[in-house]
Every structure is written in C-alpha cells, then in structure tokens.
C-alpha cells in the first residue's frame, strides 16, 4: 500500500530535550517536506527536499532540522523544542519533474507537546 | 516570500447551495495552485489543482478559477452535501528554478447544513 509514515504518532517531552520525528514514503517521491499545522495559521513548511541531499527551508524553518541521506526518509530533528514548538506536525511527498511538483501525499500527522 | 490570503475564514451553507472560498498570493512567480480538504482529525487531502497555464478545471461539483493578472484563485463547490463539512486549505508554489516552496493560506471551515 503506498503510503508515508510518520513515528511517533504522539509525543510528550521536556524543554531542550532533543528529539526525532521520522518520515518515510514507499512510492519513490523525489519531493519531500514538513509542515507544522497550529489553530488559525494554518499549515506551514519548515523544511523540504527535492532529492538525496537537496534541502531547502520554508517558512519557518528555526528551531528544527532535517537531513535526506536516502530518498523513503525525511526525519524532522528538535535539536532543543521550546514550548512554542507545541504543534502538529506533517510528512508530506510528492513526485517532481524538473520544473514542478505534484499532488503532496500526507502522513498521518504527530501530535507534540513540549512543557 | 510568498504570501497566501485565504477568505472567509468560517462559512455555513445549506446542503444543496453552492461555496466559494477565495484565496490572493503575492508572488508573481507563483504558478502552481493547489486545494486541499482536511476533514476532523484527518490528513489533508488534494482534491484540485491547477497550473498557471489555464484558467479554469473542473472535477465534477467542484472548479477552481485563476486570474494570473489580478493574483487570485477560487474554489466553487456546487451542490454541496453534508460530508463537503471540513477544512479547505489554497496553496501557491513557484514551483520552478530553485524554489519549489508551497505556501498555504489560513484555512476555510465550511460547515454544509443538512
């Protein structure tokens, strides 16, 4: 079934304490990204990759990190959350030509809370 | 960068009347322009798109117009039914060059009243 996953699905934790959301996708998409999704903003990007070892930042790409070394996985890296890293977040992929993308693909989202 | 302005913000119709959301972007360089729905507690989901090289598309009940001159994009649902209820969310991408960003706008809850 193609699909993209995303772990964990929730996740509570302290300040400053660091953690890993991983992404991954089994339909070959060369395009990848995330987004955070919080009440009345509506969904943002952070980060997104065309390929193996092409990131590019969003909108809003402080405060996070992400690396593509393979092309199924994307992981979304809080090297210290803050508090106003609370959100929900989305793995999204895509194919893409040379000069667009296409339909984006979401996971199921992950629920963070930092205190 | 680009910026996304998505109106209204809330909108209730009666099942069977018809729902324009209307969305602006910035960017002249835009030229990708997706609509996603997002039902409670659900991923977003594409439902419509539409590339700067046409000016209409339609998918059954549902159409999205765009008027490159004046930077502005709609989704028309026509004949709505109560499982339209969710939240659309308009998009823009210059999808080209070395930016392939996609911005959103805020978001439309549509509420389709049986």
């Known amino acids: 079934e193609a699909q993209v996953t995303q772990n964990p699905r929730y996740l509570i934790t302290v300040t400053g304490k660091k953690l890993t959301v991983t992404c991954s996708q089994n339909?070959?998409?060369?395009?990848m990204s995330w987004y955070r999704q919080d009440p009345g903003l509506g969904l943002r990007q952070i980060y997104y990759?065309?390929?193996?070892?092409?990131?590019d930042k969003g909108d809003v790409p402080e405060g996070y990190k992400v690396s593509r070394k393979e092309k199924r996985n994307f992981p979304l890296i809080l090297e210290s959350p803050s508090p106003n890293q609370t959100s929900l977040y989305f793995c999204?992929?895509?194919?893409?030509?040379?000069?667009?993308?296409?339909?984006?693909?979401f996971g199921p989202g992950t629920r963070l809370t930092v205190t | 960068g680009e910026n996304v302005e998505q109106h209204p913000s809330t909108l209730s119709v009666q099942e069977g009347d018809s729902a324009v959301i209307k969305c602006t972007y910035s960017d002249s360089a835009s030229n990708y322009f997706p609509w996603y729905k997002q039902e409670l507690g659900k991923r977003p989901q594409l439902i419509i798109d539409?590339?700067?090289?046409?000016g209409e598309k339609k998918d059954q009940r549902i159409a999205v117009t765009l008027n490159k001159t004046a930077k502005h994009f709609s989704l028309h649902i026509t004949e709505t039914q109560p499982e339209d209820s969710a939240v659309y969310f308009c998009a823009a991408s210059p999808s080209g060059g070395s930016n392939y960003k996609l911005t959103f706008g805020k978001g439309t809850l549509l509420t389709v009243n049986p």
């Open positions: 990759s065309m390929n193996v070892e092409v990131t």
């Open positions: 339909m070959n998409h060369e395009y």
């Open positions: 999204a992929s895509s194919w893409a030509g040379s000069d667009r993308v296409y339909e984006q693909y």
């Open positions: 539409i590339r700067s090289n046409v």
